[in-house]
């Protein structure tokens, strides 16, 4: 069966979510082909801090109703040196802005919720996604739904099938380059219905290693620790994770904190990792399908935000007939916005964990480096303005070219 749609989002995920919400709002048609179940989607946990600019995405979505009644607005986090903690003013260090706490399991289910209220298409378990024609006029999608095969013609594609996604494969190997790091360890997080220990998040650096707590409510609290990635979850009980937990967070956040059963509790590996282009002819990559950061500092949800935003606008512009600009400019604009997120996230991680093989100097200049910002206004800014998310960039940075010809 073939039918015809305007563009086809791959993938369910925040960043196909979202860019289907705001391509509906400038009425442009779409469909969103997703591989898991919806059950699936809606109880995947990822992070849970979101900038002022993935805000206001979410809000000219319309989807941020609920996230203003329960989101918690923050105005800034600590950081922990062997148990002593200090505060990143970054409301006070960014000229007012703020970050909000809202999970995004949350963020996925508002965006399913109004797409399922509108009877939006938005297909869940479509098997054997296939891309076909994308650097000619009228590129297609087949996939097999209910036993059925199926095939949707349209005029581009959104690739935001996260990192494991078939998208970012229909860009040849010769036109693409990869960049990666995978760090020495991994984080093993703690989901647990008991109040956080502080009111807003603390990120440690500890002889044992990092250790964050964060938080999904006042009544839920979310902590992760490093941990080698040998290690096996049945090694954690759950009071050996909360021992070392108040070992790491030090005594203020140790006296304050409640321990309870976990509720979920998992180990993931932390990657950096980026793609170029995020555009090869009528394909658009976004979100984890382009590009991946550790957690620390929780850039991933807000750069998928970000590329979709950036998308949305540049498609909106095409329909209205006001020239292709923006899509011309979508890959190297995102890629400017991406490769300083990347940035952060990699100094952010490497300034809180300990890695495995860092000798007495590597070591000393981390723990300069912590009381530098202890005590500098100039180097808490450069965090806090990072953490706060940066803006867009215009046009005219060069990245993401296709890697030159082998002569
Ligand atoms: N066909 C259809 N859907 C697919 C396919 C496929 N072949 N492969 C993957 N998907 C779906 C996945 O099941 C998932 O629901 O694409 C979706 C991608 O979602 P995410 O991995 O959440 O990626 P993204 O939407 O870019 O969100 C980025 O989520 O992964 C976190 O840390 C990341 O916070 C960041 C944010
Ligand atoms: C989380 O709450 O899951 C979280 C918060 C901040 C981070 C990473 C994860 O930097």
């Known amino acids: 069966m073939l039918h015809r749609t305007q563009v086809v989002i791959i993938g369910a995920g925040p960043a196909g979510l979202l860019l289907s919400q705001l391509l509906h709002r400038a009425g442009i048609d779409c469909v969103v082909l997703e591989r898991r179940s919806r059950a699936y989607v809606e109880s995947r946990i990822r992070a849970g801090v979101l900038e002022h600019g993935t805000v206001a995405l979410l809000e000219q979505a319309g989807a941020a109703e609920r996230l ?3 989101g918690l607005p923050h105005d800034g986090f600590s950081l922990a040196l062997d148990g002593e903690t200090f505060r990143i003013d970054v409301r006070a260090l960014t000229g007012g802005r703020t970050i909000t706490v809202y999970g995004q399991t949350e963020v996925t289910a508002d965006l399913i919720g109004l797409h399922v209220a509108r009877g939006a298409p938005l297909i869940f378990e479509a098997e054997d996604v296939a891309l076909h024609g994308v650097t000619g006029s009228q590129p297609s999608v087949t996939y ?5 095969a199926r095939e949707l013609a349209c005029d581009f594609i959104a690739g935001c099938d996260g990192f494991l996604g078939v998208s970012r494969s229909a860009i040849p190997e010769e036109r693409r380059q990869e960049f990666q790091r995978v760090y020495p360890f991994g984080w093993l997080g703690i989901l647990a219905d008991t109040p956080p220990c502080d009111h807003e998040l603390i990120y440690s650096n500890h002889a044992r290693g990092f250790a964050l ?3 999904r409510s006042p009544q839920r609290s979310r902590y992760y620790i490093q941990v080698s ?9 759950d009071e050996r994770l909360w021992d070392e937990l108040a070992i790491r967070l030090g005594p203020a956040a140790a006296a304050r904190m409640t321990r309870g059963p976990a ?5 993931a590996p932390l990657r950096s990792f980026v793609s170029e282009p995020m555009r090869h002819g009528r394909l658009f990559l976004a979100g984890d399908a382009a590009h ?3 957690p620390t500092g929780a850039k991933g949800l807000n750069l998928a935000a970000a590329d979709v935003g950036l998308l949305a606008e540049a498609l909106a512009e095409h329909y209205a007939g006001h020239g292709d600009s923006g899509l011309d400019h979508y890959s190297e604009r995102a890629l400017a916005r991406v490769w300083k997120a990347e940035r952060f996230s990699w100094w952010f991680t490497h300034l809180t964990h300990r890695l495995p093989n860092m000798d007495g100097f590597a070591l000393r200049m981390q723990i300069s480096e912590m009381i530098y910002l202890r005590e ?3 180097a808490q800014t450069v965090l806090a303005e990072n953490y706060a998310g940066l803006p867009m960039a215009a046009a005219g940075h060069g990245y993401g070219a296709p890697p030159a010809a082998a002569s």
């Not at 097999?144 to 059925?148: A, F, M, S, T, V």
């Not at 990635?229 to 009980?237: G, I, K, N, S, V």
């Not at 509720?263 to 180990?267: A, D, N, Q, V």
Request: charged residues 30%; glycine residues 4%; proline residues 6%.
């Open 144 to 148: 097999r739904h209910q036993g059925q």
């Open 263 to 267: 509720i979920e509790k998992s180990i």
């Open 229 to 237: 990635m040998q290690e096996r979850l049945e090694e954690w009980p």
């Open 213 to 215: 707590a964060s938080m």
């Open 376 to 378: 500098s206004r100039a």
């Open 292 to 294: 991946i950061v550790p």
């Open 68 to 70: 203003h009644r329960e």
